[in-house]
């Protein structure tokens, strides 16, 4: 089982920089995908970004390529979304979470093949 905290979260203008950080809990922090999903008022939780175990791979939401970039350190059992050029539609509760057995850019977006999920940060973007 894995724990994860989100933090780095707040309040920014747009156009500004954000750095998100998920530390996980455990020993097995390297077998797992991470992935990164926001939700917004209203809507429905959509996915962000994913890294493969080793960090080899990473995917994106079309919305967020170019501008958002998803790292992890293993050895730290922390995983990093930056966000650059942040525009108001990026208001949004952000999660990571960890999927211990589905990898691969088809299940990397599936929010259902994620096991654990953090409590969320909130990421305001002013206009």
């Known amino acids: 089982q894995v724990q994860l905290v989100e933090s780095g979260g707040g309040l920014v203008q747009a156009g500004d920089s954000m750095r998100l950080s998920c530390a996980a809990s455990?020993?097995?922090?390297?077998?797992?995908?991470m992935g990164w999903f926001r939700q917004a008022p209203g809507k429905e939780r959509e996915f962000v970004a994913a890294v493969s175990r080793s960090g080899g791979n990473t995917y994106y939401a079309d919305s967020v390529k170019g501008r958002f970039t998803i790292s992890r350190d293993n050895a730290k059992n922390t995983v990093y979304l930056q966000m650059d050029s942040l525009k108001p539609e990026d208001t949004a509760v952000y999660y990571c979470?960890?999927?211990?057995?589905?990898?691969?850019?088809?299940?990397?977006?599936?929010?259902?093949?994620?096991?654990?999920w953090g409590q969320g940060t909130q990421v305001t973007v002013s206009s």
């Open positions: 455990g020993r097995t922090f390297s077998s797992y995908n």
């Open positions: 979470a960890a999927s211990a057995f589905y990898s691969g850019s088809y299940y990397a977006t599936r929010s259902d093949k994620y096991d654990y």
